[in-house]
């Protein structure tokens, strides 16, 4: 099987958040965190970043 199940399960649940910190008057730097869980395969993952 392609995802390694036989039967329906769930393989990602995931929650993010997102931030932006002033850094002057006039810019702002975006930033996320994302928390990633594959409760078949009981695998997590945390995501972190910035945008510009």
Do not use: R, W
Request: proline letters at 4%.
């Amino acid at each position: 099987m392609y995802y390694g199940t036989n039967s329906f399960n769930v393989i990602n649940i995931g929650v993010t958040a997102i931030k932006e910190i002033k850094i002057t008057d006039n810019f702002s730097l975006p930033i996320f965190g994302s928390y990633i869980l594959n409760p078949n395969q009981e695998i997590s993952n945390f995501v972190f970043g910035i945008s510009i």
